[in-house]
């Protein structure tokens, strides 16, 4: 269902909308149709598409003022408690704070309250826990969507479906292996 989920922010995006609260909470699956739905678009903002000048796209109405967090603590990407310019790179911090969550069970930025909570996550404290050699992989690609710093990150959510296409690839082409092996 992930890459559904990246998908679905994909479109947003050549949308020119960024949701700005993805989280396992605001992912539905229905299980009738075996499809998963992205939903709580109240935070979702416009934002404008990188221009003939080079310029970066960023919110068109990011600068709310107000010292108002706006979103999930332990999935906000560290531009958003900063309150600095956001871009579609700050929901490819939360995308891999969803697929951490899928992994581990949990969210990736904990802490006993919610201070300690943003303060890890503009340090880039994310608690990884056992890793074993079919995580490994998928924690590559937590790890450079979280990065603290935006341009460390994917660009797109697109390459973030091209890393997972990959390892999908080399799964089947291990499994093949086995196969003939065994017989």
């Not at 003939?52 to 560290?78: C, E, H, K, W």
């Not at 408690?81 to 871009?87: H, P, Q, T, V, Y």
């Amino acid at each position: 269902y992930f890459k559904e989920i990246c998908q679905a922010v994909s479109f947003a995006h050549s949308s020119d909308i960024i949701h700005l609260d993805l989280k396992p909470e605001n992912v539905l699956i229905n299980y009738l149709t075996d499809h998963a739905f992205l939903a709580d678009w109240g935070l979702a903002q416009s934002f404008s598409p990188i221009g003939d000048d080079g310029i970066d796209p960023v919110l068109l109405n990011a600068d709310q003022g107000d010292g108002f967090l706006r979103g999930t603590p332990g999935y906000m990407s560290p531009e958003q408690i900063m309150e600095n310019k956001l871009d579609v790179r700050t929901d490819i911090y939360q995308l891999g704070g969803i697929l951490y969550a899928i992994i581990f069970h949990h969210c990736p930025v904990a802490g006993d309250d919610i201070n300690e909570v943003l303060n890890k996550t503009l340090k880039g404290e994310i608690y990884v826990d056992e890793i074993n050699q079919a995580t490994l992989p998928y924690i590559g690609i937590c790890k450079k969507a979280m990065d603290v710093k935006p341009e460390n990150r994917y660009s797109s959510v697109q390459e973030i479906i091209r890393d997972l296409d990959r390892i999908s690839y080399s799964k089947e082409v291990i499994e093949e292996k086995k196969s003939r092996r065994v017989k």
